[in-house]
């Protein structure tokens, strides 16, 4: 095999990598993007440590995406944890770590242990679906999204999730009510989340128009009139093809009494491929 050849492909590897990026809930509910493996950098856990530090530490490491050796300490910890809620949580950690460095299947395994453990872990139900809607198996991330909302049903995050793959499987009409009901309990969700949450996962163009149509149309409703504007600008630069519904859906009534939404009506930004 030619020596440019292996080159090129080592080039395209690193590339591919380096743009794959994915998003999972945290056992905060925020989302953290998925990165390189990285290699070990510290000494292994010393053999003496109690759990708790040994946990402690690892939280350090993963926060400082140290991920291999966050899980050593993890692992560590879970070797001298009894089965309960404290391993339960652990094993959330470990999965997380693992869904970071990309073992995907790993971390399924690890929600799933965390889940056998205490089967009231609102996070690990949330965090296996994660991992199901990566894999687009939209149906059982569904199921596990509400599971999680049936646990802790003031999640603004779980309601988003579960909008989330409602969307992605087209059930425009389930997916509305959770996204208003994760508006709902945070004004702001949309905003942390728009750089790397369900738009960077859309398949196509018309459908991340589409998503930002019935956003502007949510914020609109709930008259927060300047992020409805921008998402209908938005959708607007995105392509979506029914802007002219702005004109008559309910949702927009308010807005369509400001002199900015008929200014953007009137004078459209490009469309941006």
Not at 11 to 35: C, F, G, K
Not at 71 to 96: H, R
């Amino acid at each position: 095999m030619p020596k440019s050849f292996v080159f090129r492909l080592l080039v395209t590897l690193t590339l591919l990598v380096a743009a794959a990026i994915l998003t999972v809930a945290q056992d905060s509910n925020q989302t953290v993007p998925v990165t390189p493996p990285p290699t070990r950098r510290i000494e292994p856990p010393p053999k003496d440590a109690k759990p708790a530090d040994l946990e402690e530490r690892g939280d350090e490491l993963r926060a400082e995406k140290a991920y291999l050796d966050a899980l050593d300490y993890y692992q560590a910890a879970l070797k001298k944890l009894p089965n309960g809620p404290a391993a339960s949580m652990l094993y959330n950690k470990v999965g997380i770590t693992q869904f970071q460095l990309a073992r995907f299947e790993d971390a399924k395994k690890s929600y799933e242990k965390s889940i056998k453990l205490d089967k009231s872990y609102a996070n690990s139900y949330n965090n296996l679906a994660v991992v199901h809607y990566r894999n687009k198996k939209y149906g059982r991330a569904i199921k596990y999204y509400k599971k999680a909302i049936e646990l802790q049903p003031t999640s603004a995050s779980f309601h988003n999730n579960l909008a989330s793959a409602y969307f992605a499987k087209q059930e425009i009409e389930k997916a509305v009510p959770e996204y208003q009901k994760a508006l709902e309990l945070d004004p702001d969700i949309f905003e942390r989340r728009s750089s790397v949450g369900i738009v960077a996962q859309l398949s196509s163009p018309e459908d991340r128009a589409h998503y930002s149509y019935v956003l502007a149309k949510m914020y609109a409703q709930a008259h927060q009139f300047d992020r409805a504007l921008l998402y209908l600008r938005r959708a607007m630069e995105e392509g979506y093809k029914d802007v002219n519904d702005a004109m008559k859906d309910g949702e927009f009534a308010q807005l369509r009494k400001d002199p900015r939404f008929n200014d953007l009506m009137t004078q459209r930004p490009m469309s941006i491929p």
